[in-house]
């Protein structure tokens, strides 16, 4: 999200869509990594030490989840960054100077996607719609259908994906089923998300989900033929004037 990061032009769409949702009178909760190049003393972080504390358990491992907030500038809306010393100290992303992929991407991607899901769970706060952007969200729509469909706060809670052209999949190795199979899920659970000997997160996260955008120009024809068999309710981006379809789509969930 612009102004804390923005990549290929997605942090500007997102950063226009919870304030039109606010005018909307949509109480919006956002929740992001708190990647190493996110300047904390420029973008007024602090710790939020009342949500602070948990830890998340990934393949048996802990790691702490550190959440930490800031106001979105120009509204009232607050930004919630999940932390964590060992994923997001690196002053890059999702790949190294050199453009080679972290090796932990997978371990991130299930720690953000179990820490985002624990932490609206300790606000106590129950959302009508989760709205899941990029790749990097793609377990979440599985993770509310599956470990988290009996939870009270998740009750009755619809879930949107936005699709985006990249993606980082071909870098996961065979563990990943392992290891995103959290809270005594089983590893075949998430068969959607194979895809032959690979993996495939758009894939995983279409079977999940209720409703699809495309936030790219285009999306592949394997994609496109996987939404129309699943009869997925479908948005397609506009160039200009996106902001009022997208909202005409969270109601048509509410």
């Not at 949509?26 to 904390?40: A, D, K, W």
């Not at 299930?110 to 969200?137: N, Q, Y």
């Not at 089983?186 to 495939?200: C, E, F, H, R, T």
């Amino acid at each position: 999200m612009d102004p804390y990061l923005d990549l290929d032009g997605i942090g500007t769409l997102i950063q226009k869509l919870p304030a039109a949702a606010q005018d909307e009178g949509m109480e919006i909760r956002i929740l992001m990594p708190r990647f190493g190049v996110i300047n904390e003393r420029r973008h007024r972080l602090h710790e939020v030490v009342r949500l602070s504390g948990m830890n998340i358990i990934i393949d048996d491992d802990d790691y702490a989840l550190i959440i930490k907030v800031a106001s979105l500038p120009g509204s009232r809306i607050q930004v919630y960054f999940l932390d964590n010393d060992e994923f997001f100290k690196k002053k890059f992303v999702f790949t190294a100077e050199d453009g080679t992929p972290f090796q932990d991407n997978q371990e991130k991607m299930v720690f953000f996607c179990k820490g985002a899901l624990e932490t609206v769970r300790k606000f106590g706060w129950s959302p009508d719609i989760v709205h899941c952007h990029g790749w990097m969200t793609h377990l979440v729509p599985f993770y509310l259908k599956s470990a988290y469909k009996n939870d009270p706060i998740f009750k009755g809670c619809k879930v949107i994906t936005s699709l985006y052209e990249n993606t980082i999949e071909s870098t996961f190795s065979d563990e990943f089923i392992r290891k995103a199979a959290i809270n005594n899920l089983k590893p075949d659970q998430l068969a959607a998300y194979k895809n032959g000997v690979g993996i495939s997160l758009q894939k995983g996260a279409i079977q999940y989900s209720d409703g699809i955008i495309n936030g790219s120009a285009t999306l592949s024809e394997n994609l496109e033929t996987a939404i129309k068999d699943l009869k997925k309710p479908f948005l397609q981006t506009e160039a200009e004037n996106f902001l009022p379809s997208y909202i005409q789509f969270y109601k048509n969930f509410i």
